[in-house]
């Protein structure tokens, strides 16, 4: 059974850091893609980043470009978010999820549970 | 960046009935879109991709068609379980890649 859970959330002052980090299960993690994607409160979704399935190419959305780093540990089978910078614009529900195909497809499939980031 | 704009943004119906759900994009996304079904407290699900394929699992009420600019998700017949938020999302655009706003299904 695939299975993704995040960890790392919680309460932290704008200026500051923090990291999120993704455990998975289930699946062959280096055949996949990995992406994060947010919600803030109230609002919709909003993709923040994706790694390739070696880390050979990563990406961002403008609005974290620069403050933010994806990274991933095939060893380990974990992704994770360096959060640097954080702006009270940052505090959302933020989801791992994984490519649906081993190519890039774009596509999320599936998403874990969420872990929670206050910037206050 | 491709914006997805969709509508209406609240759709209320009674379990049984059609659902209609529309997504319209800023500039063409040839058939990169997919729909997605959220619930409050769960995780997201992927429900179609390349605009009209079922992901797995994904019962047969859930249909999407369109192409180019225009998108339509139907769902043939509500169930209870089906009330929920579903977004659009596009990949033509890669690797930026984003979401519309929502369309909020309630009875």
Redesign the interface.
Known sequence: QVQLVESGGGVVQPGRSLRLSCAASGFSFSGYGM?W?RQAPGK????VA?IARYGESE?Y??SVKGRFTISRDNSRDTVNLQMNSLRAEDTALY?C?RD?WSS???????????TLVIVS | EIVLTQSPATLSLSPGERATLSCRASQSVSTSLAWYQHKPGQAPRLLIYDASNRATGIPARFSGSGSGTDFTLTISSLEPDDFAVYYCQQRSNWPLLTFGGGTKVEI
């Open positions: 992406h994607v919709g979704l909003e993709w994706g990406y959305a403008d989801y999820a649906l890039s497809s774009g596509w999320f499939d599936p998403w874990g549970q969420g």
